[in-house]
C-alpha cells in the first residue's frame, strides 16, 4: 500500500520548537523527491520546504527560511522537518509529500502526487 505517515505535530508556545516526521512505503523511497506541505485555516497549500534523492539539497519557502530544515534518511523511509523560532503564523496542519519528479528540487505543489494524512501544528502567543 503506497501511503505516507506523519507524526510529531502538536501545541507549542511562540519560540519553541517541534520535529516532525514522515514514513513512507509502498514505492521505492530513494526514487522521488520528498516535501511538507502546510495549509492554514481557509488559505491554499503550501509547499515549505523539499529535498532530493538523496538529502543533498534542500530548500526552504522564503516564509521559514533560518527556521525550519528538511531532510531525509532514506534508510527509514522517513524525512523530517525540524521547526524551531515558531510563530503563530505557522499554525497550519503540515503534511508530508512524495514528489513527481526523480531528480532536482520543487517548491511547486503540482510537482507533487501524493500526501499523508496531514499532522496539526498550533503555535501560541
Known amino acids: 500500500q503506497v501511503q505516507l505517515v506523519e507524526s510529531g505535530g502538536g501545541s507549542v508556545q511562540a519560540g519553541g520548537s517541534l520535529r516532525l516526521s514522515c514514513v513512507g512505503s509502498?514505492?521505492?523511497?530513494?526514487?522521488?523527491?520528498m516535501g511538507w506541505v502546510r495549509q492554514k485555516p481557509n488559505k491554499e497549500r503550501e509547499v515549505v520546504a523539499t529535498?532530493?534523492?538523496?538529502?543533498?539539497?534542500?530548500h526552504v519557502s522564503d516564509s521559514v527560511k533560518g527556521r525550519f530544515t528538511i531532510s531525509r534518511d532514506n534508510t527509514r523511509n522517513t524525512i523530517y522537518l525540524e521547526m524551531s523560532k515558531l510563530k503563530p503564523e505557522d499554525t497550519a496542519i503540515y503534511y508530508c509529500?512524495?514528489?513527481?519528479?526523480?531528480?532536482?528540487?520543487?517548491?511547486?505543489?503540482?510537482?507533487?502526487?501524493?500526501w499523508g494524512q496531514g499532522t496539526q501544528v498550533s503555535v501560541s502567543s
Open positions: 529535498v532530493s534523492l538523496y538529502g543533498g539539497v534542500t
Open positions: 509529500a512524495r514528489g513527481r519528479l526523480a531528480s532536482g528540487i520543487s517548491l511547486q505543489e503540482e510537482d507533487y502526487d501524493l
Open positions: 509502498g514505492w521505492n523511497y530513494d526514487s522521488r523527491i
